[in-house]
């Protein structure tokens, strides 16, 4: 027995929530891996090497490797939920009403896990989904018949029609755009480490990496609100599937 339609609109606000829940949490462990790294540029300056405390400096690049390592988990963490979602987003489209799709569910969300395919594939999925769920809405419901008092019927086209409600920006291209760019600027700047023999290039590397990280965080939250803006565009277009029934 399938799963009835409000069930698994249901569902789908759930993992927008947790999206969203995931694009803050990752924001705070980007913004404290990128603190930690402008706090290392202290002992890439130079003039503080003389006085440095060995301690601090361990505790610092610990924190670092710390705070590194969990904005990679968090971003394989955060790509599963959003495959996942995808997935349930494209399944429900047609029940919604949803055309124009430009590949199906499985195709949509596997683009999140294959390499280089997810440079692009993820964005057009989500970008053809936004206008796809956008366009169904801004389509007007087809007039009813009803009959007045004297059991006439009467067309209802000129009634008016129902206004549709207020709906959250869904900032893909932005999201998209900073959250690559972190990402290859961190990648970029893990392969270049191994090859940095001066504390020159050390401390230009750690002011990139600070920049890669406030990318990161920014795209995260960025992508949260998008999955939150999707969601609500899908109990919107369910609440109408509901009253037409």
């Not at 829940?21 to 980007?30: E, K, Q, R």
């Not at 009467?154 to 900032?171: G, M, Y």
């Amino acid at each position: 027995m399938s799963t009835p339609l409000a069930a698994r609109v249901a569902t789908f606000r759930q993992q927008a929530r947790a999206l969203s829940v995931w694009g803050a949490a990752l924001c705070g462990v980007a913004l404290a891996s990128g603190a930690s790294a402008a706090y290392q540029t202290r002992f890439a300056g130079g003039r503080s090497l003389v006085l440095v405390d060995l301690r601090t400096l361990v505790i610092a690049d610990s924190v670092a490797l710390f705070t590194g390592i969990a904005v990679v988990l968090a971003t394989v963490v955060g790509l599963a939920l959003y495959a996942r979602f995808t997935r349930l987003a494209y399944a429900l489209a047609p029940e919604l009403g949803v055309a124009g799709l430009s590949m199906s569910a499985s195709r949509a969300a596997w683009g999140f896990a294959l390499p280089v395919v997810m440079l692009w594939r993820p964005w057009r999925a989500l970008s053809d989904l936004t206008r796809g769920l956008d366009a169904a809405l801004a389509t007007p419901r087809a007039p009813r018949a009803a009959a007045d008092a004297s059991g006439h019927y009467r067309d209802n086209a000129a009634e008016a029609s129902e206004q549709t409600p207020s709906l959250p920006p869904a900032p893909l291209g932005q999201a998209w755009a900073l959250w690559w760019a972190g990402q290859m600027l961190s990648l970029a700047i893990t392969l270049a480490r191994p090859a940095v023999y001066s504390l020159s290039t050390t401390r230009d590397l750690l002011t990139l990496d600070v920049a890669s990280q406030l990318c990161v965080a920014a795209g995260a939250l960025l992508l949260g609100r998008v999955a939150a803006a999707l969601a609500a565009r899908v109990a919107a277009l369910a609440n109408r599937v509901a009253v037409a029934a």
